[in-house]
């Protein structure tokens, strides 16, 4: 078969980088760190004819404090080291619009609605949509360094409204739903 892994023979021509990373803020809440890098890796030419070498085009990062119950975006900042175009850094502010926001079913495109488009930057939008859900195992993880009590039921449990239906294996009727109602009976008959 030919895949199309098979079919990669040259040198890559250009690459993007997102980094995340969660740490523990006051209040069990956290802050969420993104780094995106898009890198040039050979000369081209630019819409307008000039010639361009390789290099960073873009370097960015936003940080996000998450807290509450659901799961929500109470600051956020922007800081644009490396840009294409001077102007970029005027749109730094926009990521303010998503203060507010749960990280719950639906957050994409709530994101997408408020920095998609000419009043905002695709490049940050891009990374604060990949800044929802790891944010959410980095205050999963965060919350999981105490032990907590088992939930009685299946609706306590929480963040359940995110987790369940949001993929193959956490669909309702699937495996991980499955042995969480497992141990709740396990639970309930001792």
Known sequence: MNTLKDRIRRAPVHERRIEIRTYPAEKDQVIVEGWLKDERLTHGFSRDGRKRPPGVVHHLCVRLLLGGEPPTILEAEAEMPVVPHPLCPTVADTVKKVVGLAVVAGF????RKKLYGVEGCSHLMHLILAMGPAGLHGLW????????AI???????????????????????GPLVSRLRQTLKKREET
């Open 108 to 111: 994409s495109e709530k994101v």
């Open 141 to 148: 993880a965060h919350q999981g360094r105490k032990k907590v």
């Open 151 to 173: 939930p009685e039921t299946l609706e306590e449990i929480p963040h359940r409204d995110y987790l369940i239906n949001s993929c193959r294996l956490w669909r309702e009727d």
